[in-house]
């Protein structure tokens, strides 16, 4: 079935610096990615997307890009900020039944960012 | 705008005690709803999701059920809870997908953090 697998965390980084969180994925067909983010105590959001091979989601200064050739999604950030601490998911979509939308989400990886 | 609103969002619960978890969406209609729970350390798997009132699919089986008795609220539930049911357990609704729209992100709530004893 289709899978994600993402960097093992946790990951700590400085102010500052640049920041890559990896995901690979196993589809049939072609999924559309998403990158969503979870604040400590909150729910998910969606922070970016790509529906498409090539696309670039982009969103608050972060960004990943649809590779087919290779089945990943990396996020990418030049420039990190202490808020940016939070728990990083990447998700594929899988079938859709009568309209639904199934997410399939890799392990999450904790991002902290010292001051 | 769209809104999501779960509650309670914690809960301590003693084992072999039932649970009613709720979930309601604003701002839409027939969306799909799903639940989601994330156990610690590990991702997050979706438990069941429903494309329309009383109509209900189950991804894993298990010790909980869900519930839809109006097109914009979703119930999780369980007559007996098990310590293994603790974990934080998130709503989350999306669009119906078709030719017409081919978004396909699901929105989540705030989550509920579960915690059996």
């Known amino acids: 079935g289709n899978s994600v697998t993402q960097m093992e965390g946790p990951v700590t980084l400085s102010e500052e610096a640049f920041l890559t969180i990896n995901c690979t994925y196993t589809a049939t067909g072609y999924p559309s990615l998403f990158w969503y983010v979870q604040y400590p105590g909150e729910g998910l959001q969606l922070l970016l997307k790509?529906?498409?091979?090539?696309d670039k989601g982009s969103n608050k200064g972060f960004e990943a890009t649809y590779r087919k050739e290779t089945t990943s999604f990396h996020l990418e950030k030049g420039s990190v900020q202490v808020s940016d601490s939070a728990v990083y998911f990447c998700a594929l979509s899988d079938f859709q039944i009568q309209g639904a939308q199934k997410l399939v989400f890799g392990q999450g990886t904790r991002l902290t960012i010292n001051p | 705008s769209q809104t999501i609103h779960q509650w309670p969002a914690t809960l301590v619960q003693p084992v072999g005690s039932p649970l009613s978890l709720e979930c309601t969406v604003e701002g839409t209609s027939n969306p799909n709803l799903y639940w989601y729970r994330q156990a610690a350390g590990r991702g997050l798997q979706l438990l069941f999701y429903s494309v329309g009132i009383g109509q209900i699919s189950s991804e894993v089986p298990q010790n909980l059920s869900a519930s839809r008795p109006q097109d914009r609220q979703f119930i999780l539930s369980s007559k007996k809870l098990l310590l293994s049911d603790s974990g934080f357990y998130l709503c989350a609704w999306s669009l119906f997908r078709d030719r017409g729209n081919m978004n396909t992100e699901a929105f989540f709530g705030q989550g509920t953090r579960l915690t059996v004893v």
């Open positions: 790509a529906t498409k091979a090539d």
